[in-house]
């Protein structure tokens, strides 16, 4: 199964040699330099995109939302959005939590590397309310439509403010979101939160799509930053021009919108399933992720092309037909999820599914047409629920001396 | 602190927005070969002792313990036993979850390795009453005594059957934790389950004494494998012999007992308090773990040095000094445990802290002596709170061909 991991030898020399040869040898020798290279990548905090959207996707993770406290308006809003960030840039870089958080560092990742985290921030949609900055607010955090599969939880959905943690570590990314519900102060309050996690790097051989606990690889057909196309849909481009006497939206240049929606997996049902049954379900083998009509993880579906029996070798209903860019105007979104578990209820039906994260320049033009389609006739409906969402205008990367949202709050 | 991890980063790997932006999928074929050793790493099932005693500490874990149903009696308890140690060797290989499951597999562990994962397999007191077997329960499954600072939950603590699972990727431990659910059947059903985490291999140069929550370096003082007295403190030793018309007890021979307890941190209140004030709380130092009365972490403490106010160095009420062998007839325990973290409540409490896991050949002798001690004087008992309980007899490891507690339920 790990036949990989041995051709991959020759390759791993790049990053053996980089690794932690010279900053862990002092105290593990014997450490293997690329494994030292989990704690030692660090993810860069400036730049012309937040952190965490493009990012190899981390082994662990945290969502939290937080509302904005009765006494705390645009100035405590503008505040809090400085410290975050520079709490942010120090976390990410290693350091300890020193001038960002309310109080000392809690330690708790002391020793460890940056491994990989980063700190992304958003607001929702009645961010703009709280702040007096409802004539900002931008036409993507409109409410999305209901779908007839929601089963939202109020408490668990939407909020003022949004923090997405990731990290390599499982304790640099707790240590992190401590320092920032600390570094909220009285200004927010914490609304919701949620674990989430994924592969560990080095888990697997396989350059990795990430599989989900249905067992299946998730997000195969994500559009690749290669793509020519691939910043106009996923970044939201600076305006051409605003007309006389509108307030420029040029805050949200760079920036993205995230689709957050916490699915559950009937477990349980999914399993009863054979593996055949469940591959018709998604319309890909579940080995490979090559889709039915043949080929390998990364051959385009045919749509058209019959099976054994004459009818589509991808059913009509499959997940993958349905969501599938080229049956939806082109709509595409970056799903960057986290898997979740939250133990298992008492009738032992286990509480776990997917943080389903996507990112895109318009929601309305991604998740939204994409998940009408999928609420009218995907064969996986039966075995997921959606029981949270949120929507959130993730501003674009700060530079030096800026912080997050700082064009929105300042201007 | 983090000198080490800085210096490590220019080394490093470093992901700017844009570099990150290239992805896994398109142009990360070269997975690093020692990365890919947290994946190939295997323990071995079969052995002197179960796995998952000794084990180093793995990224990802979760505590689960069963009920038998009402039909099941030790026919059942048996069949389920073998089922679960075939299931066992087979996950820890890194294979599916074939023949030892009560479907298909589940195909999330496909692609990754086994990445440590271990299972370890208990019997709780009332297991004995379950199989009829009272006769064979070992004194060491006597029920603890109650400590003035239990907050049990009966709902979550003891249970017929316990298993703990571990792996260095979260996957993998999910795909064993439904699989042994899985192969439950009709035989038992899940009375409670926990997950837990600790640092991944490779984000730490240190080697590795684990960090809890609180930020303190956690098991510094555990026994040693190279102890000459280890395996009597931590494996229950064969019996010299048995009184005529005795049943022989020899199966939890090269057994232990784990002692579970779910010790919720207090983290708002001990992160009130300045880190020397931490620091006397446990009687260490917070960033090395060098006991109070000076050297580094693996100084022996010296408990009557005197620090510059002429009170002990290590305060009398310390966390360290209270729990040391020294001051408990030489009660030693191995601490094994992992971090948890299950969200935060309404009020912005985060329900987090530790699943203390410790190992001994009695459960009287190791943990009994120690926590009777802090319960009386521990200086760190205002900022933990044990919120459920679990003793568990854990056999011998299996021989090959055998099962684990074959030597119980067949004799």
Redesign the interface.
């Known amino acids: 199964?790990?036949g990989?991991?041995?051709a991959?030898?020759a390759?791993?020399?790049?990053?053996?040699a980089?690794?932690?040869?010279?900053?862990?040898a002092?105290?593990?020798p014997e450490?293997?330099?690329?494994?030292?290279?989990?704690?030692?990548?660090?993810?860069?905090f400036h730049?012309?995109?937040?952190?965490g959207?493009?990012?190899?996707?981390q082994?662990?993770g945290h969502l939290?939302a937080f509302d904005l406290t009765a006494g705390a308006g645009r100035t405590e809003a503008a505040a809090l959005m400085r410290r975050w960030s520079v709490l942010a840039e120090e976390l990410m870089?290693?350091?300890?939590a020193g001038s960002g958080g309310s109080?000392?560092?809690?330690?708790?990742a002391?020793?460890?590397?940056?491994?990989?985290l980063t700190l992304t921030f958003g607001f929702g949609r009645t961010f703009f309310d709280r702040t007096g900055l409802q004539g900002r607010r931008p036409a993507g955090l409109d409410p999305l439509p209901a779908f007839s599969s929601d089963h939202l939880d109020p408490g668990r959905s939407n909020g003022d403010l949004w923090v997405q943690i990731g990290a390599?570590?499982?304790?640099?990314a707790?240590h992190a979101l401590?320092a920032v519900?600390?570094a909220a102060g009285s200004a927010a309050?914490?609304r919701w939160?949620?674990?989430g996690?994924?592969?560990?790097?080095?888990?697997?051989?396989?350059?990795?799509?990430a599989?989900n606990?249905?067992?299946?690889l998730d997000?195969t057909n994500?559009p690749?930053?290669?793509d020519a196309d691939?910043d106009t849909r996923i970044f939201v481009p600076a305006p051409a021009g605003s007309a006389a006497g509108e307030p420029a939206q040029d805050w949200l240049a760079g920036g993205s919108y995230a689709v957050v929606r916490r699915i559950r997996m009937l477990?349980d049902d999914w399993?009863?399933l054979?593996?055949a049954h469940q591959e018709r379900v998604i319309g890909r083998r579940?080995?490979t992720g090559a889709p039915l009509s043949g080929g390998s993880e990364t051959t385009a579906m045919d749509l058209d092309k019959p099976g054994a029996d004459g009818k589509p070798a991808i059913p009509s209903n499959a997940h993958a037909r349905i969501s599938s860019p080229g049956k939806n105007g082109g709509a595409a979104m970056l799903r960057r999820p986290f898997?979740y578990?939250?133990?298992?209820d008492p009738d032992?039906t286990?509480d776990?599914g997917l943080l389903f994260v996507c990112w895109q320049a318009d929601p309305f033009r991604g998740f939204v047409p994409v998940q009408r389609k999928l609420d009218r006739g995907d064969a996986l409906s039966p075995f997921i629920r959606h029981e949270a969402s949120g929507v959130f205008a993730v501003p674009g990367?700060a530079a030096k001396g800026e912080y997050v949202g700082q064009r929105l709050l300042e201007s």
Chains 1, 2 share one sequence.
């Open positions: 199964m790990l990989g991991a041995g991959a030898g390759a791993g020399l790049v990053l053996g980089a690794g932690g040869a010279t900053g862990y002092a105290t593990r450490a293997p330099a690329a494994l030292a290279s989990i704690g030692s990548t660090e993810a860069m730049g012309k995109h937040q952190p959207i493009t990012t190899p996707l082994a662990s939290v870089a290693g350091s300890s109080g000392g560092d809690t330690g708790i002391l020793d460890a590397g940056p491994s990989s390599d570590d499982a304790l640099v707790f401590r519900q600390r309050r914490v939160q949620m674990n996690f994924n592969r560990t790097p080095g888990a697997t051989a396989r350059p990795m799509t599989r606990l249905m067992g299946q997000g994500n690749k930053p290669a691939f477990l399993e009863k054979s593996v579940k080995d898997s578990h939250d133990g298992i032992g286990p776990a990367g």
